[in-house]
């Protein structure tokens, strides 16, 4: 592709009075390659999904989401104008505005950030559903509480789904004796139940058609074999899946995705479980790009100084789903 390399331009308006000047901020990115000019078409296809995928990192290390709405392409023969059409420009808004820095690496760590990743990130066999999370990350902050939740949970399974999928289907594949066997078992029991008067057909044939439903290993399973191949923090954080007399983030999940209505005073402790959700699939993505915990404002350490104990602690926000 070349080099790349950005810069700030301001445009400065001045109000009625000319006493106040507001500046507007535009990144330009200037980019040295050998594709002349006229290969507009080369350019789309070759260097646009690079650049693409540049953006992205650069929108989930600022926060600050950033597409590439065209180019204007020069050499000594030619000058080239290209703007994508049906394009839905991000509003460039951050996500946290709250926070000193907002960005989920210093300021100062930015270009090493893109640099260290960019390569790991192409190379991923997790690319498609690494930009899925990174859309619904960009996404999160014009969505509703309970959208915010659902649509980052399942950019987190998505990503966990595909990551584990060879090995659950080899851990799957170990019990399928069992499995078959024990199923074989329960049927006969409902089978005499239904005989007897004690089950009526229909409940029985209700029951076996969720026993058929275990096609899979169990989540908690699926988790361990996720820190098996990418192993990331996440103990400090809202548990994904149940522990006793504990509402975990499926459990939430699945409560709004099948319509439950979350009362006003459930209210702050969605809000820090939707931030939850946020925390654990912005540190899975670092796992997989290779980036340190410990250079990002994820680590708990640094959570806990930016955040206040009724959203960072878990154990505090849960107990809202009490009341």
């Given amino acids: ?165 060879k090995r659950s289907s080899e851990r799957f594949s170990v019990d399928r004796p069992l499995r078959k066997q024990a199923t074989e078992r329960v049927k006969a029991v409902f089978d005499g139940w239904v005989d007897d008067g004690s089950l009526t057909a229909e409940v029985g044939a209700q029951l076996m058609v969720q026993l058929g439903k275990a096609q899979s290993i169990s989540r908690r399973e699926q988790y361990r074999l996720l820190q098996e191949a990418v192993p990331f923090e996440m103990e400090d954080l809202w548990p994904l899946v149940g522990r006793k007399g504990v509402k975990s983030l499926y459990d939430i999940r699945n409560a709004i995705a099948h319509g439950s209505a979350m009362s006003p005073s459930r209210f702050h402790a969605l ?8 925390w654990l699939l912005e540190r899975l993505i670092c796992a997989i790009l290779g980036w340190s915990l410990e250079d990002t404002d994820l680590s708990s350490s640094e959570l806990r100084s930016y955040w206040l104990s009724q959203t960072c602690d878990w154990r505090l926000a849960e107990k809202g789903f009490g009341e």
């Avoid at 929108?59 to 065209?70: D, E, H, K, N």
């Avoid at 809000?271 to 946020?278: D, F, N, R, Y």
Wanted: aromatic share 8%; proline share 3%.
């Fill in 1 to 165: 592709m070349g080099t790349i390399s950005f810069r700030h331009l301001y445009d400065w308006d001045a109000s009625t009075d000319h006493r106040v000047m507001r500046s507007k901020s535009y990144l330009v990115a200037r980019v040295s390659t050998a594709t002349p000019a006229a290969g507009t078409k080369v350019l789309e296809s070759e260097s646009l999904p690079v650049l693409e995928d540049l953006l992205l990192l650069a929108g989930f290390a600022s926060r600050i989401p950033t597409r590439c709405a065209g180019w204007i392409a020069s050499d000594r023969r030619n000058r080239v104008h290209y703007f994508r059409r049906q394009l839905r420009l991000p509003a460039g808004e951050q996500r946290h505005e709250t926070i000193v820095n907002g960005g989920m690496v210093e300021l100062g760590d930015f270009e090493r950030f893109l640099n260290a990743c960019i390569v790991p990130l192409r190379a991923s066999t997790y690319l498609l559903h690494m930009r899925s999370a990174f859309y619904a990350l960009e996404n999160a902050r014009r969505h509703s509480v309970e959208r915010k939740l659902v649509s980052l949970f399942s950019a987190f399974e998505g990503l966990v789904n595909e990551i584990t999928a």
């Fill in 271 to 278: 809000v820090a479980a939707g931030h939850h959700i946020e």
